[in-house]
């Protein structure tokens, strides 16, 4: 069975065709940078791994581009289309009494790191909005010249009246678009549903850059439009993002890219789904959102959250991305301990047959592959296959993965030859590992990852530290915060435990 992908833009299934095959174009929106990444940050980014891991799989040559949002504006999704509001990074910028590109770079590394721990390939191109502000300049220009654009003292918004595919990818017709609006909508938009390409600085705004409009800054959606079209052309291939951003985000790139050049702009969009916390949306109204450190740690910083979200341990990186493919990108993800403490065990189920395979493969005696074990192997491949040619269906890859789990624990039993070994390895690390990125090439003799190492290790210097303390040998006490300290952990001591953490501005 060919590769089906699931399209938003068609609202069906349909064979996964590029414009130039072998080559594929793929962007996905990525972070606003003013906190740390959180779990659906790891949601949407392992999703679109595992997109971006299968293609290259499949012989693709992949360009994969992800933006790094880091320029003060505001967005209609937390403001309303009428723009009002802070900016986030300015607003954290403020409380944290530094630039905001400061913030921005300090979130934008902590990003990266927690990918990384996520075993989340880098994107080969990571543009940022404010590396591209002429680019924007320049598509405005071109949407006032071709009438899709009109500026009102200092301010440019985007026709949607002029654009009649407005609402294709969402399904919402220009009325919809309206009423969902919020009342308090700027007077100087001819509609409701018009959106901003261009904002007017006033003369406090940190963040503002000379237009031919006078200073101002980009609208949130310019910056997809942007970068996605000028690292790979348009049209390209897939455009990726959350659900949430289908509107009015997506909606208005497409408005954008198509009015600006008359031709189509993604031939594909998918979309992943949000995650649930102990089964209610996850959002910082509500006060219940986790980041990945605190996962990683297992403390949630402020006792307060620590009420909505609780976390009995500290969970590694492997299991939180073993529990993010469980489910189908698609589909909507519940995080909870419970969830954790189950995924936790599958996963260790998993990796502790992997190290007996490839442990037992030194010792094991001469021989191809045996037949039972070839034909168990052929399955395996065939069923994973067949669930990731499906809409990258990642719980139905897990489960051939599992079936397999079965005969290689038997086949190391039994005492199978190092030709059917060195088989069952070769599934579990090009599949489980390449392609789904849940199982190392290299593991610990001792732990499940590197994770682990670091949790034990700070408990251990956290121990000696208190011994110290409790021994009045300062000076040993204050060597071993400063020497974390100089290696990005920072030490916070609670009236009755003793936490760490990522050091922050």
């Not at 300090?106 to 940022?128: H, K, Q």
């Amino acid at each position: 069975m060919p590769l089906t992908v699931y399209n938003t833009l068609s609202r069906s299934k349909e064979k996964f065709t590029p414009h130039a095959p072998p080559r594929v174009g793929m962007y996905v929106c990525g972070p606003t940078v003013y906190g740390h990444a959180h779990l659906g940050h790891a949601k949407s980014y392992v999703s679109f791994d595992v997109v971006l891991r299968y293609l290259r799989h499949l012989d693709y040559d992949v360009t994969y581009v992800q933006n790094i949002t880091d320029v003060g504006h505001l967005t209609e999704q937390d403001y309303g289309m009428a723009d009002e509001g802070e900016d986030k990074i300015i607003r954290e910028a403020k409380q944290r009494g530094v630039h905001p590109m400061a913030v921005a770079e300090f979130f934008t590394n902590s990003y990266f790191a927690d990918m990384d721990a996520l075993s989340v390939l880098r994107p080969d191109i990571a543009p940022r909005a404010t590396g591209h502000i002429p680019e924007q300049i320049e598509l405005v220009e071109r949407l006032i010249a071709t009438g899709h654009a009109y500026e009102v003292e200092g301010n440019v918004y985007f026709n949607t009246a002029s654009f009649a595919d407005y609402g294709k990818l969402s399904g919402r017709r220009l009325e919809e678009a309206e009423s969902g609006t919020r009342v308090a909508e700027r007077s100087d938009k001819r509609s409701p549903s018009d959106f901003a390409l261009w904002k007017r600085a006033e003369p406090e705004h940190i963040m503002q850059w000379p237009s031919p409009w006078g200073r101002g800054y980009p609208g949130w959606h310019l910056e997809c439009s942007v970068m996605s079209t000028k690292y790979l052309g348009q049209p390209f291939d897939i455009h990726g993002g959350g659900l949430e951003n289908q509107f009015p985000h997506h909606e208005c790139e497409i408005a954008q890219c198509e009015a600006g050049t008359g031709t189509p702009f993604v031939k594909y969009w998918l979309h992943n789904n949000m995650i649930t916390i102990n089964g209610t949306k996850m959002g910082k109204s509500l006060n219940n959102f986790v980041s990945l450190k605190e996962i990683f740690s297992g403390k949630i910083a402020d006792p307060e959250r620590a009420k909505n979200v609780s976390l009995s341990r500290a969970y590694p990186p492997d299991v939180v991305r073993f529990l993010i493919l469980q489910s189908h990108y698609r589909a909507p993800a519940d995080f909870s301990d419970e969830a954790l403490e189950a995924a936790l065990k599958g996963h260790t189920r998993l990796r502790e047959c992997v190290q007996s395979v490839r442990g037992a493969t030194a010792s094991a005696r001469d021989g191809e592959v045996e037949p039972r074990i070839s034909e168990a192997v052929e399955q395996a491949r065939a069923k994973f296959t067949e669930a990731m040619d499906d809409d990258f269906n990642t719980a139905g890859a897990l489960s051939a993965l599992f079936d397999l789990v079965r005969t290689a624990n038997t086949a190391v039993t039994d005492g199978a030859t190092r030709g059917s070994l060195d088989a069952i390895n070769d599934v579990f690390t090009t599949l489980g590992g390449t392609v789904l990125g849940v199982i190392r090439e290299h593991y610990d003799a001792q732990a499940g990852g590197a994770n682990d190492l670091l949790s034990g290790a700070m408990e251990l210097l956290i121990q000696l530290r208190a011994d110290a303390r409790k021994n009045k040998d300062f000076a040993t006490s204050d060597k071993i915060r400063d020497a974390l300290a100089a290696k990005g952990l920072a030490l916070e001591d609670r009236p009755d435990v003793t936490v760490w953490r990522p050091a922050g501005p």
